[in-house]
Nanobody, 123 residues
Framework: VQLQASGGGLVQAGGSLRLSCAAS????????MGWFRQAPGKEREFVST???????YYADSVRGRFAISRDNAKSTVYLQMNSLKPEDTAVYYC??????????????????WGQGTLVTVSS
């Protein structure tokens, strides 16, 4: 299983970015996909997840500003990030669990990880 994240970059506060994560190596539609982030000097934290059947969950810090979605035909998950704040600056990772039809909010529940994409929000 391979996950390839992309879409990061430098944006001003209040701006938007869309992250993508392309998956390969198994039947994408059977698996949850999650986004986590790690800011400099901080632990990795949960951002959002989408279940195999489209249920979505968000961290309190991003709810109402970020939107996760998936395109099973393209084996890709997206994270639309709006109203970005400097505190959203981090490396963003996509992840997926080994088992189908499972999801969670903790990084130990995810077995496969993308390489990360850096999001920098300037004030």
């Amino acid at each position: 299983v391979q996950l390839q994240a992309s879409g990061g970059g430098l944006v001003q506060a209040g701006g938007s970015l869309r992250l993508s994560c392309a998956a390969s190596g198994r039947t994408f539609s059977n698996y949850a996909m999650g986004w986590f982030r790690q800011a400099p000097g901080k632990e990795r934290e949960f951002v959002s997840t989408i279940t195999w059947n489209g249920g979505t969950y968000y961290a309190d810090s991003v709810r109402g500003r970020f939107a996760i979605s998936r395109d099973n035909a393209k084996s890709t998950v997206y994270l639309q990030m709006n109203s970005l704040k400097p505190e959203d600056t981090a490396v963003y990772y996509c992840a997926s669990p080994r088992r189908p039809f499972r999801s969670g909010h903790y990084d130990h529940e995810y077995d496969y990880w993308g390489q990360g994409t850096l999001v920098t929000v300037s004030s």
